[in-house]
């Protein structure tokens, strides 16, 4: 299994443009998260989906973000417009059925200048 | 909502010693709490996780420890290696919620 996979591993855009991340979970994982990590906040949940449903979006900062999961192996995390302290690394992790344990992509590095 | 605070936010021990991270977390409910390991530009990935009806666990030379009455968990490395320096997050969450919530982290430093 190729594990959980982010694209692009790293993006630098000017502020005002549309920014896209994107995730494929490992297959057979029912759930998915998305984390934003910066040194000030450290990793915070940003919303997380099970069976492609999200549950919880509590932690999307503002209506400039949004995230959709068509289908069980595909997601996307939309920022419009992005901003300057929109830079971070973004992570997508997903974890085995009742284990807990998260396994997390590699990361999106995202700067906005 | 379940909120988790760690110390140090930095720690640095001699090749050998023992180190040791520490985390409290609010929420009654959470009965699940891993830590992670992230080195620097990786991913964080799981080195040890404990539930609520175990005390203390051990693998190697990490072990856990969870006090649920005072509602805190702790990683002890020891014999630590130059490659224990990394950054280190616990978490807690309740089984069933998913939802894991992660402390701000420990930059552990590993001095030769």
């Known amino acids: 299994d190729a594990g959980v996979i982010q694209s692009p591993r790293h993006e630098v855009t000017e502020m005002g443009q549309e920014v896209t991340l994107r995730c494929k979970p490992i297959?057979?994982?029912?759930?998915l998260f998305w984390y934003r990590q910066t040194m000030m906040r450290g990793l915070e949940l940003l919303i997380y989906f099970n069976n492609n449903v999200p549950i919880d979006d509590s932690g999307m900062p503002e209506d400039r973000f949004s995230a959709k999961m068509p289908n069980a192996s595909f997601s996307t995390l939309k920022i419009q417009p992005s901003e300057p302290r929109d830079s971070a690394v973004y992570f997508c992790?997903?974890?085995?059925?009742?284990?807990?344990?998260?396994?997390f992509g590699e990361g999106s590095r995202l700067t906005v200048l | 909502g379940e909120n988790v605070e760690q110390h140090p936010s930095t720690l640095s021990v001699q090749e050998g010693d023992s180190a040791v991270i520490k985390c409290t977390y609010s929420?009654?409910?959470?009965?699940?709490f891993p830590w992670y390991k992230q080195e620097l530009g990786k991913r964080p990935q799981l080195i040890i996780d404990i539930r609520s009806n175990v005390g203390e666990k051990k693998d190697q030379r990490i072990a856990v420890t969870l006090n649920k009455t005072a509602k805190h968990f702790s990683l002890h490395i020891t014999e630590t290696q130059p490659e224990d320096s990394a950054v280190y997050f616990c978490?807690?969450?309740?089984?069933?919620?998913?939802?894991?919530?992660f402390g701000q982290g420990t930059r552990l430093t590993i001095n030769p």
């Open positions: 929420d009654s409910a959470s009965n699940y």
């Open positions: 992790a997903s974890p085995p059925t009742n284990t807990g344990e998260l396994f």
């Open positions: 297959s057979g994982h029912n759930s």
């Open positions: 978490a807690a969450s309740a089984v069933g919620a998913q939802k894991l919530v």
